[in-house]
């Protein structure tokens, strides 16, 4: 049985692309025949089961700039899919690939599975305010996701949004069991002279933030509870720092030095972000839009106490079967977030129990297991199909 992942992210610093460049890591590793078709001007990885097709041009993704629409020659990304002779496709992002590879996999009667990896409808509402965006958008994700045989989602709570909104039968839609790389994401890694490596002044708190730098990931709102801690406790000596790429930068860099904030860009050397993970005092991550949260679970793997908000998937991961790595808070609420984020700066104590839980709840989210339930729900949907 070969599979071939085609996706239009792969090199960019997010979870979804961590995720498929973890899936063809291993299946080198454990001999499994997988391929994924991709097509980007940025650097990904260099293996023999990727396939980069050049773009002809690319652009800014509207509403997300941080991602580029590349777009490929339909007949390469034809010939490249044939030469391939999969008996799974897995369209694993609803942009130009995706679209082409649907309409490929259609043709030649390929079955197709896919992946719910970013709310998309969620992220237009956010961006910009109008439910008929919204609805639109809903209603091409329907349109996107019909053919498919199966469809994943990254967590539990997207199930429902994902019948409700975008009309998929419960019946073909599970959750793709997550993980994450505990070999590279590690408490092992800490060490607090990180911080002075990266030229960050010396604090008795670190706080940090890895994602994108932008308007989805709510990052306005946590500038507000940042600003607002600083002003209710001044008597705090701590920093706030954030990881990752974004327009937004611009938009606050001017005043990142006076209200210690430190902008650090995207890190894509692991060792380097494990560290960090490892070595700070809390991780905040105030999306209410993801449907995972892959940097959360790299957090806790580093014994890192989490706070998130109370809408989208990270809290399912911080909450796992109610043994909680962090503490789940009202989302936008400003006032909560503060309390919460002095209830835990006070108690070092409380801190280490949660980063504790952290730590032994990612036991049970292995990027191994994830792989085999990856594996072996391609494997039942191949015998399905060959049966029918």
């Given at each position: 049985?070969?599979?071939?992942?085609?996706?239009?992210?792969?090199?960019?610093?997010?979870?979804v692309s961590?995720?498929?460049?973890?899936?063809?890591?291993?299946?080198?590793?454990?001999?499994i025949d997988l391929h994924v078709v991709t097509s980007t001007a940025k650097q990904c990885p260099k293996a023999r089961n990727i396939h980069n097709i050049k773009p002809i041009f690319r652009t800014q993704m509207p509403f997300y700039s941080e991602l580029d629409l590349a777009f490929a020659s339909r007949s390469k990304i034809e010939e490249k899919l044939l030469s391939l002779e999969p008996d799974l496709l897995h369209v694993s992002t609803p942009g130009p690939i995706g679209f082409i590879a649907n309409r490929i996999a259609k043709h030649y009667r390929i079955p197709t599975l896919g992946t719910y990896h970013t709310d998309f409808p969620a992220y237009i509402l956010d961006q910009t305010g109008s439910g008929l965006l919204k609805k639109i958008t809903d209603g091409?994700?329907?349109r996107f996701y019909a053919g498919f045989s199966?469809?994943?989602s990254r967590s539990s709570h997207y199930l429902d949004i994902m019948e409700h909104s975008i009309g998929i039968d419960p019946s073909r839609s599970s959750i793709l069991r997550a993980g994450t790389n505990l070999e590279r994401f590690t408490p092992s890694r800490k060490d607090r002279a990180v911080f002075?490596?990266?030229?960050?002044?010396?604090?008795?708190?670190?706080?940090?933030?890895?994602?994108?730098?932008?308007?989805?990931?709510?990052?306005?709102?946590?500038m507000r509870v940042w600003e607002a801690f600083l002003r209710e406790h001044p008597e705090f000596d701590a920093r706030l720092l954030l990881v990752g790429e974004g327009k937004l930068i611009e938009h606050y860099q001017a005043m990142a030095s006076s209200r210690k904030v430190h902008f650090l860009g995207g890190i894509r050397d692991n060792a380097l972000l494990s560290s960090l993970y490892a070595s700070s005092d809390l991780f905040v991550f105030p999306s209410i839009t993801d449907t995972l949260g892959q940097v959360v679970m790299e957090a806790q793997a580093c014994a890192l106490a989490c706070v998130v908000s109370d809408q989208g998937g990270p809290q399912s991961i911080v909450g796992y079967n109610g043994h909680h790595g962090g503490v789940i808070v009202r989302g936008n609420d400003t006032g909560a977030w503060v309390e919460t984020?002095?209830?835990?700066?006070?108690d070092p104590q409380r801190r280490e129990r949660l980063a504790q839980n952290g730590w032994d709840n990612m036991r049970h989210f292995n990027i191994k297991h994830s792989f085999e339930a990856f594996i072996d729900a391609h494997k039942r949907a191949y015998e399905h199909h060959a049966s029918a």
């Open positions: 049985m070969r599979i071939v992942i085609c996706t239009d992210t792969l090199g960019d610093l997010n979870g961590r995720f498929i460049q973890d899936m063809a890591e291993l299946s080198l590793h454990f001999d091409v994700m329907r199966h469809v994943f002075e490596r990266l030229n960050i002044p010396k604090a008795q708190h670190y706080l940090l933030y890895v994602g994108r730098i932008s308007k989805e990931k709510n990052i306005p709102f946590l984020l002095e209830e835990l700066l006070l």
